[in-house]
């Protein structure tokens, strides 16, 4: 974020948002953003009706009723296969965007979104939920690429002093397309045993959005400036998206300066885990992943229509439980945005940590109880305030701590082995949540209550501030410092 430093006029000028700025900016967001919002929310409300579909599909083919431990382990599966895609999506992204640039990787990934569309929506038709598995893989690759192409885009497209603006646009995207899956997965839209399929496969609408917009949006021009190197055509995109009377020259000098930088030669993956000084913050930035998805937010994400069954809540209101949930998360995403450029990193994860842990433990005892109405209405109330606290903290704050913790030659390297934890720990929660649910149902919390403890007590002793302190200072708490020393001059 640069928006505290005075700005020139020009670059003023070139600080307002055009129409046309926006315009590129929508098809990143709804083009890539949403998918991977959509497809995390979109499993959740017709759990019920696809478990029918498996169960029904066992039967014809096989002659009994599905096993319950069968069933578990196949929707868990189902779900969680999403992540495995995700990881590998991750490992293509900056292959795909130093090979086709940012706009082509986007346009072409659209090809992955629509063949899974195609194969979720066509599985029931065919009678196969193999298709849906491999769909959601896909989909999974696709939502991978995505993920790690849009942000890029955006941050490059918006001018310096809007960055960070921008940057939160596409956390932004992803929660409201989150709530979209939402809203059409209730019972009285799409999330039946009739129309689920279409609710699958309408992941495909986002693809044909951007397909539409894509031709009128240029590639970014810092790309076409430094890696295709036609300077001409990367000063023509950045007028384009900028105002007509707004001098690009500034602007295509800045991003020749920033780039020496890039030239730094860039840190290997055996540089990172062999060097003491780049290992440490490596591991800080690993298990600050591992809080965000170890802390159970996507058990609540995949599954809270099932957790609210179990709770009591009548089933004509889940989906509307599990809408009012997304809600909350799009509210506190908006919160957490403003809050994260005031407060400092540290304060704030160990707030949604601690918050969350407590929550975690208050939900164990609410599901062990009788299933008194008021005993359900507080559950629900505890799935909020769970959420409140996953975006206080852990929501964001991993990614924040992960870029600062690196300079730029060791970042790149870094974030993407953050990512792939990140897909990790998704993976194993969406896959291991049904299975021990149906063995401990309520005391499943505990065990995020444990992680949580485990990561809040990592936080407090580990973790430095990052924020309002230069890369410089940040890497050299970790070039030979003995470790009590950062921790305890950052202790609050
Ligand atoms: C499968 O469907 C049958 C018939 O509707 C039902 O009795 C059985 O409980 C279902 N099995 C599971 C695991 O849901």
New binding site residues.
């Given amino acids: 974020m640069t928006s505290s430093e005075p700005l020139n006029e020009s670059q003023q000028n070139g600080g307002k948002v055009t129409g046309n700025l926006v315009l590129a900016a929508s098809m990143a967001v709804i083009g890539s953003n949403f998918q991977f919002g959509y497809n995390t929310g979109v499993i959740n409300a017709p759990q019920q009706v696809i ?1 029918k579909f498996y ?1 029904e599909t066992y ?1 014809s083919r096989y002659g009994s ?4 431990t069968t ?1 578990d382990l196949l929707w868990g599966f189902t779900v969680a296969v999403f992540a495995v895609g995700g990881m590998v999506g991750s490992l293509c992204a900056s292959w795909a965007a130093g090979k086709f640039g940012l706009k082509r990787s986007m346009l072409y990934n659209n090809i992955l979104a629509v063949c899974a569309a195609l194969l979720m929506g066509l599985s029931k038709l065919a009678g196969s939920f193999e298709m849906l598995i491999i769909g959601r893989f896909i989909i999974g690759v696709n939502s991978g690429i995505n993920m790690g192409v849009a942000p890029m885009y955006l941050t490059e497209t918006a001018p310096v002093s809007k960055r960070g603006v921008f940057g939160t646009l596409g956390q932004l995207g992803v929660v409201s397309s989150l709530l979209i899956s939402q809203v059409l997965g209730l019972q009285w839209v799409l999330g039946t045993d009739a129309l689920w399929p279409l609710l699958l496969a309408l992941t495909a609408a986002f693809s044909v959005f951007q397909v539409l917009i894509i031709p009128f949006c240029p590639d970014s021009p810092r790309y076409t400036l430094l890696v295709t190197k036609d300077e001409d055509k990367a000063r023509q995109d950045l007028q384009w998206l900028r105002e007509k009377d707004y001098d690009v020259t500034e602007e295509i000098e800045q991003m020749k300066e920033e780039h020496k930088d890039d030239d730094v030669a860039k840190t290997s993956f055996r540089e990172l885990i062999t060097n003491p000084s780049l290992y440490r913050p490596l591991i800080i930035a690993i298990v600050m992943q591992l809080s965000q998805q170890l802390s159970g937010i996507n058990a609540v994400f995949y599954y809270s229509t099932d957790i609210f069954l179990e709770a009591g809540i009548p089933p004509l209101y889940t989906g509307v439980a599990t809408v009012g949930m997304g809600v909350v998360n799009v509210i506190m995403t908006l919160v957490s945005i403003s809050l994260i450029e005031r407060a400092g990193r540290r304060v704030l994860h160990l707030v949604g940590l601690g918050g969350m842990c407590a929550s975690a433990a208050v939900l164990a005892v609410l599901l062990n109880l009788q299933r008194t109405s008021a005993v359900s209405w507080l559950t629900l109330a505890f799935i909020l305030i769970f959420v409140v606290f996953f975006q206080t903290g852990p929501g964001a704050i991993p990614w924040f701590i992960t870029a600062e913790l690196f300079d730029q030659a060791s970042r790149p390297t870094a974030v993407s082995i953050a990512g792939l934890f990140n897909w990790l720990g998704n993976f194993a929660v969406g896959l291991a949540y049904p299975p021990i649910a149906s063995a401990i149902g309520g005391y499943t919390f505990v065990i995020f209550a444990v992680f949580l403890a485990f990561f809040w007590i990592f936080t407090f002793f580990k973790v430095p501030e990052t924020k309002g302190r230069s890369i410089a200072e940040i890497t050299a708490l970790f070039s030979g410092e003995p470790a009590m020393h950062y921790t305890k001059s950052t202790m609050l």
């Fill in positions: 478990e169960n039967e009723f599905i096993p319950l069933l």
